[in-house]
């Protein structure tokens, strides 16, 4: 790993994806750019013309299909060598260009539905079952699931040239946040007194760290900088919460929640009982925060808190290659196709390791249909980087094995169950990483951990989802999203969430501003989906390390599955029934479990 930050091309290729396996050159991508100047007129010719017969939809929807393939490939490029260098004009304009193609595209395709769903229902089920229309049959039968949403050509070609305009919200949210901000952040004292440069990267390892006098300079210098830009970000997230809510309604739906959940087949009592689950176990979390409290010996606790280990690591600075290799034998019980799949692929550089000046922060898994899964990391040598290359190897096995199995407008699972194979991964580390323990102190870091797993993916991001409901319901009532408002509305959650052994103090104000700098808060209603994630997660996890008969089948079923089936269908082959509270209830009931163990070792 770097010892400090570096400009991109310092460094070593070997640590870099090989983003030349989408495209080997600027040049080549500009040449494929320049050919889908004709696809919008190529298109068009099919408007009018849906309704003659089962073969000539069959024509238009493979050129759709084909067409939509192609850009996507170009958009993977200019999207991954832009997150490289959020400050590199050249990409960012790339990024611009592509996604303005896409939205003429859009709009050149937008007769499509609307034509499609004007054909009789007899009719189009008669078609459905022709030879023609067969491998399209589970694909049109989802769209036609939108009779009641689609409005005419015209309104969904004027709705779909709206979108180049809606993505600013976050194109914006994300170079303030990664580029202009982190420019602006100070320099802290480490635990050994050495001045170091605060950066969206470190931030989170600086809040693992045992001295707390780190942990304090780290989140009150950061969150100085994050106050800062309250106004900017409000209007922002306004803009936002306002587009999911224009959308939803232009498309006559109830609310902005139930049209987001509507792709997922999922109903609005899915995320209201995953919300109620939570706050009847809060106090187990409030538990869990009086527990660490007294472990680590403060009178008062402080959100800079939260993350310090209540014991050291045994060991506290993984490389690379030792992730890599704890993640391949953590996922061995999931058999020779999988490890092997994943061991090829971090030997031929899917992942983009380590942070850089101006790369964006975070993690994520993507690539397209015509590339290898790619990793973007972070990675800092923490035990919580190392969770998290193993979680993103979890999308990306998930995403390759879809797509070997399905042709490509069946490969794309539903964001509902995209969380489900990452956190499963994460549940196999922790398990390894427990039977490795060779004494209590190693022993009470990893429960420690598990405990922190459940309180950032479940809990966490569930007041995610509750903060992201209460501000579109405010503004659904006519209500602006102020500042004010923003950070009053957040910091009261954090509160409710987190319970009575925090000061509450000015030291934990700043955190009344954390909402401005989520960036899931840009991705209509995509963070209660961690929750139920990781909840099914524990269940199939559980089944597959006790040995259970057809666990592991179910589940590589499942990750090929793409979207082949209903997604709550899916999973429910694989044994889990997110329809009822039972997964969420037993993931609860695991993390009180984890913690009166934790407490009975540390008696």
Request: include cysteine; aromatic fraction near 10%.
């Amino acid at each position: 790993m770097p010892d400090e930050l570096k400009n991109r091309n310092e460094i070593p290729a070997e640590a870099k994806w090989n983003v030349e396996a989408v495209y080997a050159s600027d040049d080549e991508w500009e040449n494929d750019f320049g050919e889908t100047a004709a696809f919008m007129e190529s298109m068009k010719k099919w408007a009018g013309r849906l309704g003659e017969g089962a073969g000539t939809l069959k024509a238009a929807i493979e050129e759709l299909l084909s067409q939509h393939r192609f850009l996507e490939k170009l958009f993977t490029y200019a999207n991954m060598k832009g997150d490289e260098d959020l400050g590199n004009s050249l990409y960012s304009g790339m990024v611009s260009r592509i996604r303005s193609r896409f939205v003429e595209f859009s709009a050149a395709h937008s007769f499509f539905t609307p034509e499609l769903l004007g054909i009789s229902e007899d009719t189009i089920n008669s078609w459905l079952e022709t030879s023609e229309l067969e491998p399209y049959r589970t694909w049109l039968q989802d769209i036609l699931r939108y009779r009641s949403h689609t409005l005419s050509e015209k309104e969904e070609a004027l709705l779909a040239n709206t979108g180049e305009i809606i993505s600013g919200f976050s194109s914006a949210f994300g170079k303030l946040s990664n580029v202009d901000m982190p420019a602006r952040l100070p320099e802290i004292k480490d635990e050994n007194g050495n001045s170091v440069k605060l950066t969206s990267g470190n931030f989170s390892a600086f809040l693992q760290k045992k001295d707390r006098r780190v942990r304090k300079d780290a989140f009150l210098a950061y969150y100085s900088e994050v106050q800062g830009n309250v106004a900017t970000k409000a209007a922002l997230l306004e803009g936002q919460v306002k587009s999911d809510i224009f959308m939803a309604r232009a498309r006559k739906y109830d609310s902005a929640l139930e049209a987001s959940l509507f792709n997922d087949r999922v109903s609005v009592s899915v995320y209201d009982s995953l919300i109620k689950s939570v706050h009847d176990n809060l106090p187990v979390l409030h538990r869990y925060f009086q527990f660490r409290k007294n472990a680590l010996g403060l009178d008062s606790t402080h959100m800079y808190d939260t993350n310090a280990p209540i014991v050291p690591e045994s060991k506290a600075d993984y490389t690379w290659d030792e992730a890599v290799d704890l993640t391949l034998e953590a996922v061995a019980p999931l058999g020779g196709e999988y490890v092997d799949a994943l061991a090829m692929g971090f030997k031929n550089r899917w992942a983009d390791r380590y942070e850089n000046i101006g790369k964006r922060s975070g993690a994520y898994s993507g690539g397209c249909y015509d590339s290898h899964p790619y990793i973007l990391h972070n990675f800092n040598g923490t035990l919580r980087s190392v969770f998290t290359l193993a979680h993103e190897a979890g999308h990306s096995m998930h995403t390759l094995l879809s797509r070997k199995s399905q042709p490509y407008h069946m490969s794309d699972y539903k964001i509902i169950v995209a969380e489900v194979a990452s956190t499963t991964n994460e549940m196999l580390l922790i398990d390894l990483m427990l039977k490795r323990m060779n004494d209590n102190q190693e022993k009470v870091y990893l429960l420690d951990h598990l405990l922190g797993t459940f309180k950032s993916t479940l809990v966490r991001q569930t007041m995610f989802a509750e903060f992201e409901k209460l501000i579109h319901e405010h503004v659904e009532s006519g209500n602006p999203l102020t500042p004010d408002y923003l950070s009053t509305s957040y910091y009261d959650l954090v509160k409710l969430y987190h319970g009575d052994c925090f000061a509450w103090d000015d030291e934990d104000e700043p955190v009344a501003a954390e909402w401005s700098r989520i960036p899931h808060f840009y991705y209509n209603f995509y963070v209660y989906k961690y929750a139920t994630g990781l909840s099914s997660a524990i269940d199939i996890s559980s089944r597959i390390l006790a040995g259970e008969s057809g666990a592991i089948e179910s589940f590589i079923a499942f990750l090929k599955g793409g979207s082949s089936r209903p997604p709550l269908e899916l999973l429910k082959e694989a044994g889990v029934d997110l329809t009822t509270p039972e997964p969420v209830n037993a993931a609860l009931q695991k993390m009180e479990n984890t913690l009166e163990e934790l407490e009975k070792i540390l008696q």
